[in-house]
């Protein structure tokens, strides 16, 4: 894991102009499929730089938490709003209606990702504050067919 999260922290950092940080990485091996959580792990990081400022920070890491594996993009952006937060994983669905600068299947891909593994998508944040977006994954093994990172 720490491998994959200094991987995904450096291809992170290419994708704007913000204070990287990495918070933690984790030694430990995991049964996942390396691109896969690569790929939505990314895609957090994306978001994060999408509803942030220029030269604010955004973190990544990854920790063992009870028997999973836990995989972080922090950032001190816009945040979402407590109504929307259950609904922003779901196809198609963003957080504010108005703005609609993505196709609102980021997110989605994310979750499906995160359950693939026999794990989940969340998030925590307060509006006008930031957002952390955490993937927890099992340590043990899901029913795919996932490559050990």
Not at 60 to 67: K, L, N, Q
Not at 100 to 109: K, Q, T
Not at 128 to 142: I, K, M, R
């Given at each position: 894991m720490?491998?994959?999260?200094?991987?995904v922290f450096d291809k992170a950092a290419a994708l704007g102009a913000r204070r990287w940080v990495l918070d933690e990485a984790a030694d430990a091996v995991a049964p996942l499929d390396r691109d896969r959580?690569?790929?939505a792990w990314l895609q957090?990081?994306?978001?994060?730089?999408?509803?942030?400022?220029d030269d604010s920070e955004v973190g990544?890491?990854?920790?063992?938490?009870?028997?999973c594996i836990e995989l972080w993009v922090r950032d001190n952006g816009v945040g979402v709003p407590e109504d929307a937060q259950s609904r922003i994983?779901?196809?198609?669905?963003?957080a504010d209606a108005v703005r609609?600068?993505?196709?609102?299947?980021?997110?989605?891909?994310?979750?499906a990702i995160a359950r693939g593994h026999g794990g989940h998508a969340s998030v925590s944040s307060r509006e006008?504050?930031?957002?952390?977006?955490?993937?927890?994954?099992?340590?043990?093994?899901?029913d795919q067919d996932n490559t050990d990172a």
């Open positions: 720490r491998d994959l999260t200094e991987a959580v690569t790929q957090l990081a994306s978001n994060a730089v999408r509803f942030s400022d990544i890491g990854s920790r063992i938490g009870d028997e994983f779901t196809r198609f669905a963003q609609r600068d993505g196709s609102g299947l980021g997110l989605s891909i994310v979750t006008g504050e930031g957002s952390t977006f955490t993937l927890t994954l099992p340590l043990t093994g899901s």
